[in-house]
Nanobody, 121 residues
Framework: QVQLVESGGGLVQTGGSLRLSCAAS????????MGWYRQAPGKQREFVAT???????NVADSVKGRFTISRDNAKNTAYLQMNSLKPEDTAVYYC???????????????WGQGTQVTVSS
């Protein structure tokens, strides 16, 4: 069984910073992409950033230059450093990972439970 556990959310003022963590645990043979998505009240879940196992990244235009995604493959953990936060960044942030649980099995997408980020104006 695989679990993704996010941490690091909270309340911050405009212009502040937060660092989110996502730790994958359980029966894991390999992880390709890890990423972050967010969902604001009344809106659809949207892409924020992804990082491949080799380190290449893809970041949404709305957060480019302010958010940085990174990962520690040895710890099966991804991070999202969020700087210069704005009220429009307020959302529940979800971790996503593409995981293979054993050699020969397929790759499946897993999601964390989400962590709330609130940016006050």
């Amino acid at each position: 069984q695989v679990q993704l556990v996010e941490s690091g959310g909270g309340l911050v003022q405009t212009g502040g910073s937060l660092r989110l963590s996502c730790a994958a645990s359980g029966s894991i043979f390999g992880i390709t992409f890890m990423g972050w998505y967010r969902q604001a009240p009344g809106k659809q879940r949207e892409f924020v950033a992804t990082i491949a196992s080799g380190g290449s990244t893809n970041v949404a235009d709305s957060v480019k230059g302010r958010f940085t995604i990174s990962r520690d493959n040895a710890k099966n953990t991804a991070y999202l450093q969020m700087n210069s936060l704005k009220p429009e960044d307020t959302a529940v942030y979800y971790c996503n990972a593409n995981i293979r649980i054993r050699l020969g099995s397929g790759w499946d997408a897993y999601w964390g439970q989400g962590t709330q980020v609130t940016v006050s104006s």
